[in-house]
């Protein structure tokens, strides 16, 4: 089975898992404050600080802007569930704005009818790693006196105009999760040039206790499961995983498992900040072989499927290949899993968060999320995979 997700783990990590409980916490605080200073360098030389995962670098942004119960916040149509779920539980009000079938994104239009007298912040997603038109949103953000938050958990190194993903609102957060461009088993960045958003996200993060086992434990934890998913075992597991009639009862089940697991409210650690150094050097290999990836998998791919637009508004990040198919994608994946394909479909890729919100407005969320198929682009993936791939695909697109 060609699996949905490969995780990068190499022998450096495996050594970090042994000896990262080791250093003491002054020893952490010079290799974290390393770590954030190459980050800074590649985001433009912004402030940045990391956290403890891109939901934590959120909410710091959010009580840094004063947003409170009762105040509306913009959001995309189509993202992650969850993250509905979180502003709600802060009392706010989160107002959906459509997104482009294309691209995936929200668009400076969308944004803009989303916009009423309680609103107080917009949110704009570069999704899987595209740029968005965040020049667009950021005008008409600028235009209403709201702060732009950018959400960048899946564009570390993506650029527009010769400028980072991240530059061009009040604040930005990045994801250093498992499957991220930049990795660090856990995690997040909080990206602001507002020197009273640093000060207020300093107070809070400099008050965290030092401690690296929680993300010693989602490291073993991952390990485990990149040994399941490489042994010959993986394709009978997830055929049972993912054989639900609604997809996405096993990947809520998966977000929540690591929810359980990531640290909250703990200084991020010395062991993060080693593998976060490794990742950044790395960066930008790893973004031209996997967008070549991208690349050579979109020019493969049967009639039938409409990739993403994914480079109309700068140079994307590499983070998952996600395709429109009109068909059956229940039928689809079914048959691509018993040829040994590992596809995720409509609440496995990203969530609809219109009708979440009792909203009927975003058609264009709606068309993404009945359509989304995701198919693997990993490191994992040659070119033979990438062949075989293309000829599973073909074969199950037919009627």
């Keep these: 089975m060609i699996p949905r997700r490969r995780i990068d783990i190499g022998w450096a990590d495996l050594a970090d898992l042994l000896v990262g409980g080791g250093d003491n916490p002054l020893a952490a605080a010079a290799q974290v404050r390393a770590f954030e200073n190459q980050a800074a360098a590649l985001l433009g030389g912004l402030w940045v ?6 939901r934590d670098a959120l909410d710091l942004i959010l009580d840094g802007l004063g947003l409170g119960a009762g105040d509306e916040l913009v959001v995309p149509a189509y993202t992650l569930g969850e993250l509905i779920v979180r502003l709600q539980g802060r009392g706010l009000r989160p107002v959906a704005a459509d997104v ?132 010959p075992a993986y394709g009978l597991a997830a055929r049972m995983m993912f054989r639900e009639q609604k997809a996405g009862g096993f990947e809520r089940f998966y977000r929540g498992l690591h929810d359980r697991v990531r640290p909250a409210d703990v200084a991020f650690s010395c062991f993060q900040a080693r593998r976060g150094l490794r990742r950044l050097a790395g960066l930008a290999q790893r973004n031209r ?32 290949f996600v395709a429109r198919h009109a068909g059956d994608l229940l039928r689809l994946r079914r048959r691509a899993q018993a040829l040994g394909l590992d596809l995720a479909i409509h609440g496995e890729v990203l969530d609809d968060v219109a009708p979440l919100l009792g909203q009927t407005d975003c058609p264009g969320a709606a068309q993404v999320f009945a359509q989304a198929v995701a198919i693997p682009l990993h490191l994992g993936i040659d070119a033979a995979r990438l062949r075989r791939m293309a000829e599973i695909l073909a074969a199950v697109s037919r009627p």
Aim: with cysteine; glycine share 8%; hydrophobic share 45%.
């Design 49 to 54: 600080r990391a956290t403890a995962s891109g």
């Design 289 to 320: 072989q996997l967008n070549q990836l991208w690349t050579d998998l979109a020019a493969a791919l049967p009639p039938g499927f409409t990739v993403q637009a994914r480079a109309r508004c700068g140079e994307p990040a590499a983070y998952n």
């Design 100 to 231: 482009d079938v294309d691209s995936f994104a929200v668009t400076p239009q969308s944004v803009a009818r989303a916009i009423s007298p309680r609103t107080r912040a917009v949110v704009a997603l570069h999704v899987f790693g595209a740029p968005c038109d965040i020049r667009g949103i950021a005008a008409v953000a600028a235009q209403h006196g709201l702060p732009l938050i950018e959400d960048c958990a899946h564009a570390f190194g993506a650029r527009i105009d010769g400028r980072p993903a991240g530059s061009f609102g009040s604040a930005a957060l990045f994801s250093l999760e498992v499957a991220k461009p930049v990795a660090t088993f856990g995690g997040g960045l909080l990206v602001t040039a507002d020197r009273e958003l640093q000060a207020a996200a300093a107070a809070h993060l400099d008050r965290r206790p030092y401690s690296p086992w929680p993300a010693a434990r989602k490291t073993l934890m991952k390990c485990l499961e990149e040994c399941a998913v490489r042994s």
